[in-house]
């Protein structure tokens, strides 16, 4: 009995498992862009790829729609093997694709956009799906229209009615927010991934912004240099990094130097908890976090020099100099300082700093 409900429950699992990537390599000429990549993305799951530019995150996007074929490794999508020893064009996975261009046709009016995908089905059920997506997208008043007439944001949406027309179970979106403006690009994201949650689609999403990868994703995948370098919750990646790479890619962090003592690190500004083995007497470096330093006019630990400000209106940033430290200190402040302030008194929050 036991043998059969560990089985059952390793069907019920892989069921669940929308996105396999099996050791999934992919090279152009002596360049490795992606090297043995191994992720499992479950049936509804919004993945954020977040890295520099190069790092491989686009390029997965591609081998993942069939558009680039790996060299080595598999790729299963809803227990389908659609390329490793079984290659499956990309018009037969049911996979949706939002570009960061829209790339919609210039000459075809909206809703010929739309149908542009549906061309496989037949036309009743064509005209019923395309709808359908028009309708969920809430773009029923532009079908008429012609891409040069749109805003960015009514551009993004007809790109997404047209990914959700043939109702892929996967849609991969590769900087679908980036051309947007700032205070656009915020709303049309939640829109669009609220729509996408309500119907169980599983999202992959690439992205450069670290915010955006952070407040979107599920779960967040870091990569560099063709590889992952870590995955987990945003929470994960931002508080418990496991590299220096991790830590910086997410928030570039006051770097002060150190020695290790047995299981803290001592530093003119104080001691803090260790991350990892380092040797006692060896050199060490203590990140800290802008946000883990409070500012205070006359309440803290240390005395530090105000040498710039930048008022960012919910907070301020300030540059702060401390005896014994060669490198200013970052801090970000929510509550501001009186004008003229130039000693102050800092503390720093020891849970939010990280010691490698």
Do not use: W
């Not at 390329?83 to 499956?88: I, S, W």
């Not at 008429?144 to 849609?171: D, I, K, M, N, Y």
């Not at 908890?273 to 309440?299: E, F, L, M, W, Y």
């Amino acid at each position: 009995m036991a043998v059969s409900r560990a089985t059952g429950d390793e069907n019920a699992m892989k069921q669940d498992i929308a996105v396999q990537l099996i050791n999934v390599g992919r090279s152009f000429g002596a360049a490795a862009a992606v090297k043995g990549i191994s992720i499992d993305i479950a049936r509804g799951e919004v993945v954020s790829l977040v890295g520099h530019s190069g790092c491989g995150k686009s390029t997965l996007l591609r081998i993942i729609s069939g558009v680039e074929i790996v060299d080595t490794g598999r790729v299963v999508l809803d227990g389908r093997e659609v390329d490793g020893g079984h290659f499956v064009e990309p018009e037969m996975r049911g996979v949706g694709f939002v570009f960061q261009d829209y790339a919609l046709f210039p000459h075809l009016s909206v809703r010929d956009n739309i149908l542009f995908g549906l061309k496989r089905h037949a036309k009743a059920d064509a005209i019923i799906n395309a709808e359908d997506a028009i309708r969920r997208v809430g773009i029923e008043h532009l079908l008429e229209r012609f891409p040069h007439t749109l805003s960015g944001g009514e551009q993004q949406r007809v790109a997404l009615a047209r990914a959700l027309a043939p109702r892929p179970g996967v849609v991969l979106m590769d900087e679908p927010f980036s051309n947007l403006d700032q205070g656009l690009r915020g709303q049309v994201r939640t829109e669009t991934l609220s729509l996408l949650k309500s119907l169980n689609t599983t999202v992959i999403m690439v992205t450069h912004d670290p915010q955006e990868a952070l407040s979107t994703g599920d779960r967040v995948v870091l990569m560099r240099s063709g590889e992952i370098v870590q995955a987990g919750s945003g929470y994960d990646l931002y508080d418990r990094p496991t590299s220096v790479y991790a830590a910086d890619f997410f928030c570039v962090s006051n770097k002060v130097p150190g020695i290790a003592k047995g299981d803290r690190i001592e530093t003119v500004i104080g001691s803090f908890a260790r991350n990892g083995k380092v040797t006692d007497g060896a050199a060490a470096t203590v990140h800290i976090r802008p946000q883990a330093i409070s500012i205070s006019a006359d309440c803290g630990d240390i005395t530090a020099r105000v040498k710039e400000r930048v008022f960012h209106g919910d907070t301020e940033h300030i540059l702060l100099t401390v005896d014994g430290l060669e490198t200013p200190l970052k801090a970000v402040a929510a509550n501001r300082l009186p004008e003229g302030a130039e000693v102050v008194k800092i503390s720093i929050s020891p849970e939010r700093v990280l010691a490698f």
